[in-house]
């Protein structure tokens, strides 16, 4: 367990969790939470067996998203402070959606702006049926930004990111799941075990396989389908390379003593 000011981080073997822990202000997003959710990411990576990041909220808030004192009111009459302070926001979120490991947004309550944002980043995100999302943005006065409109457009059809861009109307965790901002909402109290059944289905698969599914899913969102097909075998190459071609020496060869059926789950890895 690693403990900064504003989060704490768990790291066990290929899972990891990430803690937004600021619970009396709803684990609103300052300044200093901006530069440990930085330094929690470069502990996960650096411990470079994890394969899975679940990042959640203490108590009943996700997140309420930007601090809007502390980020917006306190420094607003010094421009070179209010573009570092935030800038260091826009690290985290871009390091997040880029990062090697699975992501996986467990949202527990409160999920405003940032924490909007951040469930959109994530790959992953299973909710609370109770939890509430909004892009509040327009209700004081500005657009979703930093982010959060990509975050929108990335994870819900466009009638339903506009509606929730231009009104500032909140969803539920259940509506969130009927949009596909999230891929299931579940009780609260179903929550901790469901996002456990999903990472455990993430951590039995080889780590360069994760990765490089998620950069050929995120390359191939902009390719025709030459130039996909070309990439894909590109990267599959890479992946023989870099994995000893296990998938043929391990998870095929398995297949072929019928000693597992592909269809139904992964192969037993670390078995010739
Ligand atoms: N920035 C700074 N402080 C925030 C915050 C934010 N985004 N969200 C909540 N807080 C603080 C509150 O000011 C309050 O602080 P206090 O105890 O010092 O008065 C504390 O967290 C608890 O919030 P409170 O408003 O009393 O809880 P609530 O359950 O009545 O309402 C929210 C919760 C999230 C609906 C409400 O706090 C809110 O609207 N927050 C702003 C959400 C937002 O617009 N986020 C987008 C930012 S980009």
């Known amino acids: 367990m690693i403990a900064l000011d504003t989060v ?59 601090d809007l004192e502390e980020c917006f009111l306190a420094p607003y009459n010094d421009p070179q402070l209010f573009y570092r302070t935030n800038l260091v926001a826009l690290q985290w979120f871009q ?14 309550g409160f999920a405003f702006g940032g924490g909007f944002e951040v469930t959109g980043l994530c790959d992953l995100a299973i909710a609370s049926e109770s939890a509430m999302f909004g892009l509040s943005e327009i209700n004081f006065g500005i657009f979703p930004a930093g982010g959060a409109s990509w975050a929108a457009t990335h994870n819900l059809p466009r009638k339903q990111a506009l509606y929730y861009i231009l009104t500032g109307d909140t969803l539920t965790g259940a509506q969130a799941a009927e949009y596909g901002l999230v891929n299931k909402a579940v009780p609260a109290a179903d929550l901790d075990a469901e996002t ?70 992964t192969y037993r890895r670390g078995v010739a």
Do not use: C
């Not at 990472?199 to 080889?206: M, S």
């Not at 994995?243 to 998870?251: K, L, P």
């Open 95 to 108: 390091r997040l959606k880029a990062f090697p490991a699975v992501t996986v947004a467990k949202v527990n």
């Open 8 to 66: 704490k981080v768990e790291i066990d073997g290929p899972r990891a969790t990430i803690h937004l822990n600021r619970p009396d202000k709803k684990n609103a997003m300052n300044p200093q939470m901006h530069r440990d959710m930085n330094a929690a990411l470069d502990a996960i990576e650096s411990a470079d067996e994890v394969k899975a990041v679940v990042v959640t909220g203490v108590g009943d808030s996700f997140s309420a998203g930007m």
């Open 196 to 265: 456990d059944r999903v990472v455990g289905r993430i951590v039995n698969k080889n780590p360069v396989t994760l990765r490089l599914a998620k950069e050929v899913y995120e390359r191939t969102t902009r390719l025709d389908l030459p130039d996909a097909i070309d990439y894909d075998q590109a990267k599959l190459w890479e992946l023989a390379r870099l994995t000893d071609n296990e998938w043929i020496t391990v998870a095929l060869k398995q297949f072929e003593k019928r000693s597992y059926r592909p269809g139904l789950g």
